[in-house]
């Protein structure tokens, strides 16, 4: 795998995403600036391996041949997508004990659309830079 600068900037906004919880939400803990880093490129790969997961399962109902495949792929969708938020929860706490916290269920699942929703902006923004320009 190798890593592409838009994944840098990913971990960049990640970790202000991050900051901007840790501020405003007291059962967000991250005892320093580099556990708040280390936290975000953590972030960074678990959520990389969440939207995998997600594609394929997505791939998997849009292509089913049978109803039974789609259901249980809608299954599986509707399992991944809160229990993903468990597992960014339980590895924080095993990676980096009680120096990181997210908070709970509700906390970490609004970190994570935060997240998500500034993820894809940059993305938009740097697609929009990278068009063709004049001159």
């Known amino acids: 795998m190798r890593i592409r600068p838009i994944d840098i900037v990913d971990i960049f906004v990640y970790l202000v995403v991050l900051g901007v919880f840790?501020?405003?939400?007291?059962?967000?803990?991250?005892?320093?600036?580099?556990?708040?880093?280390?936290?975000?490129?953590?972030?960074?790969?678990?959520?990389?391996?969440?939207?995998?997961?997600?594609?394929?399962?997505v791939s998997r109902i849009r292509g089913g041949k049978t109803a039974v495949v789609r259901v249980i792929s809608v299954i599986a969708l509707l399992l991944v997508m809160p229990g993903s938020k468990f597992v960014v929860l339980e590895l924080v706490a095993f990676v980096f004990g009680d120096a990181v916290q997210l908070g709970g269920f509700f906390a970490v699942t609004g970190l994570i659309i935060v997240l998500m929703l500034a993820r894809g902006g940059m993305r938009r923004l740097f697609v929009n830079t990278e068009s063709p320009a004049a001159g």
Request: hydrophobic share 70%; glycine share 0%; no cysteine.
């Open 22 to 57: 840790i501020q405003l939400f007291p059962a967000v803990i991250s005892e320093s600036f580099l556990l708040a880093l280390l936290t975000a490129i953590l972030l960074k790969i678990v959520l990389e391996v969440v939207l995998w997961f997600k594609k394929k399962i």
